[in-house]
Every structure is written in C-alpha cells, then in structure tokens.
C-alpha cells in the first residue's frame, strides 16, 4: 500500500489560511525530507512565506508538530464516523469496520501516524490538544463495546478496559505493519487485508459469548 505525500499548495494565501498552509506544507516536508528536516523554517519554504510570518501560527517546532497531529486525529476521526453511521452494519461488523480504518489510515499516513503519539504531546495534569483530538475516537470505541454487552453479543466487564484492549489491537498491529517484521504484509492491499481480518476475527472470538 502507498503512503499519501501531501503537497503544498502554490496558492496565493490570503489572512486566515496561512495557518492550514504551513501545516499541509509542513506534512510535505515530513515526506519529501524526513522528520530530521522539519522545522519552521523548512514548512514556511515549502509554503513560500517568510520564515517570520510562520511564527505568527507558530512558536517553534513543537508546536508545529502538534498541530500536524491534531489534523491527523481528525482525518481519522472523520473516516472513522463513516464506518461508525454505517447503518447497514451491525454494531459488531462497524468495530471491525472502524479497526480496519484505523489501521489502513496508518499504512497510508506513516509519518503523520508516528507523530500522533509522541510522549511530548502528554501531560499528566490535564489533556493536551492532541490527546484531546484522539479522545473521540476512544469514547466512540466504549460507546459501541457498551451497546455489544447491553444486547448480549460482548462479554461482561469493564467497557472501557475492553475498548483499550481493543485499541492496543489495532494499534500494535498498525505499528508492527509499518515500522515492524510485519511490514512485508504491507506491501500488498492484499497482504494487508488478509492480516488485519485474521487478527480481528481472532481478537472478537475472545470478545463474543
């Protein structure tokens, strides 16, 4: 499967959308260039402003990086309500739905997905934006595994303790796909849909009663 490379536009950029542009080019150079390469200075480049008018959006790297996160968690989110509205589906069939989104997302969106879970992006005082953006998705997750259990079709047990687990699924399989010794499987729209169904059919045999 091919990873997504977003562009930067060439736009002219008007006051207000400045901000979204730094971003896409900054995504543009986490893919042209590495992660090594990605600094203020490199994204206001690509977006052919002033190294100066980026840090009106942005403080330095950091945050530049978070906001690169956020949108991701959002992109997802978005393709994951998708699934998640799916009325022709059963509650069960729309988590598998969900997984295999979150994990195809990650295939096509490698170095974006590595940034979204960085330590720097947790605090254990209150949540960040970027935990914030990701906290949907999960809450989604506890809302769905409650409505298995309510009608019979999930164990009983903690709701959320089972939508983490869930999650430590998707995500370990997502991670060993693109930076482990699963990365063979990958390579193919083939390989990869035979993996992840296997590992979800595998995981919900423990689930259901």
Known sequence: MSSSKPKASTKSYHHGDLRSALIQAARA???????????????A????????AAYHHFKDKTSLIAAIAVEAFNELQAKRNKAYLQEDLTKLKRIQKMAEVYIEFALENPQEFR??????????????????AGRQSHLQMIELVTALQEEGTFIEGNPE?????????????ATLMLDGPLFRNAKTQEGSTALITSAISHLFYGLVK
């Open 115 to 132: 940034l979204m879970f960085l330590p720097e992006f947790r605090r254990e005082d209150v949540l960040t934006d970027v935990e914030k």
């Open 29 to 43: 150079v986490l893919y042209e260039e590495g992660t090594s390469k990605l600094s203020l200075r490199a994204a």
């Open 45 to 52: 480049r690509h977006a052919g402003v002033s190294h100066a």
């Open 161 to 173: 303790s089972i939508a983490i687990n869930l999650w430590a699924t998707f995500h370990g399989l």
